[in-house]
């Protein structure tokens, strides 16, 4: 088993729709990221999260420590969400990320 | 302030050969972390470095090495290419140690091939 798993592993959504991705991890950990890679390879982080809910534009993530899970949502998705997000946590000790698999989202128009 | 760079984008070699790429973080930043992805493993730690000292490995055979020098570059070293050391290699930078209170910011990358 992983220590970190994404649901799903693809999405596929229309203009508009509310998405939602899936991030469930199995250790300990100090902070959690997600991040977004389109195609060509480039990566962005969006959110880095120890606790609660953060907001910025249409991307909403949220994270609950006790049960070791995190969300993100984008609201009134847009083709140009299309891209796969990945999660990934810092454990508690040490630096080094690990890294769910990633969900590859497809929003048509 | 420029993004993160890396060079070169893409590289090809062959089995046996050995590659050094290399990462400019930053202006500013001190902290400068390797990933190997792949499509099978997906992204996978290689190593941190801040303020030239490699501060976390992650668990990759003795032939990846890498250093960071003075002004904050950082090259990644790879000897005896093996078939399976294709991948994209990304680094990220940030103003303190990776992974920690503080956003990572990702160069393009370098995709390597080996034949």
């Known amino acids: 088993k992983n220590e970190v798993e994404q649901s799903p592993q693809n999405l596929t959504a229309q203009e508009g729709e509310f998405i939602t991705i899936n991030c469930s991890y199995s250790?300990?950990?100090?902070?959690l990221h997600w991040l977004q890679q389109h195609p060509g390879g480039g990566i962005v982080s969006l959110f880095m999260l120890s606790s609660g809910k953060k907001k910025h534009g249409r991307l909403i993530a949220t994270i609950n420590i006790q049960e070791k899970h995190s969300s993100l949502h984008i609201t009134a998705s847009h083709p140009r969400d299309s891209a796969v997000y990945i999660c990934?946590?810092?454990?508690?000790?040490?630096?080094?990320?690990?890294f769910g698999e990633g969900t590859q989202l497809t929003v048509n128009p | 302030k420029a993004g993160v760079t890396q060079t070169p984008r893409y590289l090809i070699k062959t089995r046996g050969q050995q590659v050094t790429l290399s990462c400019s973080p930053i202006?500013?930043?001190?902290?400068v972390s390797w990933y190997q992805q792949t499509p099978g493993q997906g992204l996978q730690f290689l190593f941190e470095y801040f303020s030239e000292t490699q501060r976390n490995k992650g668990n990759f055979p003795g032939r990846f090495s890498g250093r960071q020098f003075s002004n904050s570059r950082s090259e990644m070293n790879v000897s005896t290419l093996e078939l399976g050391d294709s991948a994209l290699y990304l680094c990220?930078?940030?103003?303190?140690?990776?992974?920690?209170?503080?956003?990572?910011?990702f160069g393009p990358g370098t995709r390597l091939t080996v034949l």
């Open positions: 202006s500013g930043h001190r902290s």
């Open positions: 990220a930078s940030s103003p303190v140690l990776a992974g920690g209170a503080d956003t990572q910011y």
């Open positions: 250790v300990g950990i100090s902070a």
């Open positions: 990934a946590v810092k454990g508690t000790s040490g630096s080094r990320l690990t």
